[in-house]
T-cell receptor, first 115, second 113 residues
Framework: EAGVAQSPRYKIIEKRQSVAFWCNPI?????LYWYQQILGQGPKLLIQ????????DSQLPKDRFSAERLKGVDSTLKIQPAKLEDSAVYLC?????????????FGPGTRLTVT | QQQVKQSPQSLIVQKGGISIINCAYE??????FPWYQQFPGKGPALLIA?????SEKKEGRFTISFNKSAKQFSLHIMDSQPGDSATYFC????????????FGAGTILRVKS
């Protein structure tokens, strides 16, 4: 079974530029998550989708971050404009469902450096 | 309330020794407590998990001990091996928010051979 795919793996941009990350979840997984992992910290949930609807985006900085999951499969996370404090690894995860204790499977992440 | 506090930040253990990582929480609505293992350049992977109605769960060399009254849980790695060297995260789930996980800050484990 193929895992969660993410691209690019690394990205370096200057502050105030925009950037987009792509995620392809495990086939058949209805729930998709985007996490931000700052160096030395645990992952922090930014947004959770159930199919193509948003379940939780309470920690998403909506003035600069946006995410979409068209057709309930792939997802894109965008930052515009980027700030220095956005430097982090952005992890995508997916699970079969959002209720119960469905395991979340993580992708390898995209390491973003904002200079 | 939504925090999970993890300690220590880093840990060095001799091969064959026991590694112990501790976590504490405040929110009694948490209903599921997984541990994740993360290697450099990889995403976290589920290692073992426990529900609060169980005091201990063992899978191979990995054991979770859970103390509901103290709101604490810990991961024990028996016979630690160099291949166990990784970052370990405890987490807690608030079920009514739909599988949302809150992670601890992580523990960097190094097992010396």
């Amino acid at each position: 079974e193929a895992g969660v795919a993410q691209s690019p793996r690394y990205k370096i941009i200057e502050k105030r530029q925009s950037v987009a990350f792509w995620c392809n979840p495990i086939s058949g997984h209805a729930t998709l998550y985007w996490y931000q992992q700052i160096l030395g910290q645990g992952p922090k949930l930014l947004i959770q989708f159930q199919n193509n609807g948003v379940v939780d985006d309470s920690q998403l900085p909506k003035d600069r971050f946006s995410a979409e999951r068209l057709k309930g499969v792939d997802s894109t996370l965008k930052i515009q404009p980027a700030k220095l404090e956005d430097s982090a690894v952005y992890l995508c995860a997916s699970s079969y469902g959002a209720s119960g204790t469905y395991e979340q499977y993580f992708g390898p992440g995209t390491r973003l450096t904002v200079t | 309330q939504q925090q999970v506090k993890q300690s220590p930040q880093s840990l060095i253990v001799q091969k064959g020794g026991i590694s112990i990582i501790n976590c504490a929480y405040e929110n009694t609505a948490f209903d599921y407590f997984p541990w994740y293992q993360q290697f450099p350049g990889k995403g976290p992977a589920l290692l073992i998990a426990i529900r609060p109605d169980v005091s201990e769960k063992k899978e191979g060399r990995f054991t979770i001990s859970f103390n509901k009254s103290a709101k604490q849980f810990s991961l024990h790695i028996m016979d630690s091996q160099p291949g166990d060297s990784a970052t370990y995260f405890c987490a807690a789930r608030v079920g009514r928010y739909g599988n949302k996980l809150v992670f601890g800050a992580g523990t960097i484990l190094r097992v010396k051979s």
